[in-house]
């Protein structure tokens, strides 16, 4: 697998999984203190999002990180 390709995933995962949560970038941003663009970036799968935010964004929507990271690997190889 691609890295580029697992990052696009996570960001999708981590996109559904805000989604699934019934919040909004808005909401994520106000409760995060995250700015809007980093939580879009983060949802559009880059590669340089640091790991303290993406932990952050993944306790924020309710899902382990670690639960992402194996949602997005296990999508990507099957």
Do not use: C
């Not at 640091?50 to 190889?77: C, D, I, Q, W």
């Amino acid at each position: 697998m691609k890295w580029e390709t697992f990052f696009k995933s996570l960001g999708i995962e981590l996109r559904l999984a805000r989604m699934a949560a019934g919040l909004t970038r808005e909401d994520v941003s106000e409760i995060t203190k995250l700015s809007l663009t980093a939580i879009e970036t983060a949802e559009q799968g880059a590669a340089d999002l640091e790991l303290s935010n993406f932990v952050l964004l993944s306790h924020t929507v309710g899902v382990n990180p670690k639960e992402l990271m194996k949602r997005a690997y296990n999508k990507r190889t099957s």
